[in-house]
């Protein structure tokens, strides 16, 4: 738990300071507001510019609230709470399209994106933060109850098999991100960056220009590999670094592999996705993350609105896709791009 509170802790000072020293054009420095708070299980931070910036970020964080409740797994009232517990509910239609959302990208990963992992990640203890390492019976039992294609929709009504419960987590940030900058554009806002985690979204540009968006390095926290330029759009990050506690100098990470019921070893440590749509590019950065490299650089292939950053175990940075990625001076890491 401390470890978890210290990371959490640490990752919101770096990710203040990343906003205030990566982001900040000095005109644009003037009229500039911020708002930062604690939801969804993550540090959450919304820069704003121009003149309607204070009063569209209230009304940005009361959404990233309303979002919250709808989500959480833990909160009693929360719609997937009550289905996790009763198995089938009719729900609101906000909701059920992210399932149906998320069930299209578990087929288009091969279910590398599964939000039918939840009672492995909870085996973990990744949702109590009350960690263990699970026996191999124990993960054989919980992989019965995996399996996207057994969540059933039918008009707003969801239904899941016998023991089954689902976690929007690796979807349900992005997602906040998109609505976030739908508030904001409707109060009057065409410039923001929306951070939650490690889920960015712009807002338009920055007087006109790209955003600098910093990669964090996996291995050395503090560090970067490397920033990306663009514009409204979403840059969000999976890693294991990001979530994880050791036993016997193991570390156990929070993404799971939904086919062996184990932490995903696909030889990636961080994976960016760079995609227009938050939503998407959070599933898709969880699944890049357990379905690897080879796979990352196909989908990026056969979908052109998608483009990703990979770092793997090997100090390699691959750039794959449409983006405008720089490396940093000095790097130790070695980097390829493939278009
Ligand atoms: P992210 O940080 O977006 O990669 O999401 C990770 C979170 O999603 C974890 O903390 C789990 O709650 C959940 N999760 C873990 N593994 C998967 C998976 N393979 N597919 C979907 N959700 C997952
Ligand atoms: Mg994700």
Do not use: W
């Amino acid at each position: 738990m401390s470890r978890l509170v210290s990371k959490l802790a640490l990752l919101s000072v770096l990710s203040l300071i990343f906003l205030l020293i990566s982001c900040d054009g000095a005109k644009n420095a003037q009229n500039a507001k911020s708002i930062e708070f604690f939801a969804m299980d993550t540090f959450i931070s919304i820069k704003a510019y121009g003149e309607n910036a204070e009063n569209a970020l209230n009304l940005a964080k009361q959404e990233v609230l309303r979002i919250e409740s709808m989500f959480s797994v833990t909160d009693e009232n929360s719609e997937i709470y009550q289905l996790n517990q009763k198995k089938s509910l009719e729900l609101s239609a906000e909701v059920v399209d992210l399932i149906a959302k998320s069930n299209q990208i578990s087929q288009a990963t091969n279910g590398a994106f599964d939000i039918s992992v939840y009672p492995l990640v909870k085996l973990y203890g990744f949702t109590q933060s009350d960690y263990r390492v699970p026996s191999d019976a124990e993960i054989a039992q919980m992989l019965d109850f995996v399996g996207y294609q057994d969540i059933i929709i039918n008009g707003n009504a969801v239904t899941l098999a016998e023991n089954m419960s689902i976690d929007l987590g690796a979807i349900a940030k992005g997602y906040c991100a998109d609505k976030v900058a739908e508030v904001l554009q409707k109060n009057g806002v065409n410039s923001a960056i929306i951070s939650l985690g490690g889920n960015i979204r712009l807002l338009g540009d920055k007087n006109g220009e790209e955003f600098s968006i910093a990669v964090r390095d996996p291995i050395n926290e503090q560090g970067y590999i490397g920033s990306i330029n663009t514009k409204n759009c979403a840059v969000v990050t999976s890693g294991a670094y990001q979530r994880y506690f050791e036993e016997n100098g193991v570390k156990y990470h929070h993404i799971i592999n939904s086919q062996t019921g184990r932490c995903a070893d696909s030889g990636l440590i961080s994976v960016t996705v760079i995609c227009a749509d938050s939503a998407v590019a959070d599933a898709v950065a969880t699944a890049f993350f357990v379905a690897g490299a080879d796979f990352a650089k196909q989908y990026c292939a056969e979908n052109d609105d998608i483009s990703a950053v990979l770092v793997d175990d090997d100090n390699c940075v691959s750039v794959v896709g449409n983006v405008d990625f720089e490396p940093i001076d000095n790097s130790a890491y070695t980097y390829i791009t493939q278009k």
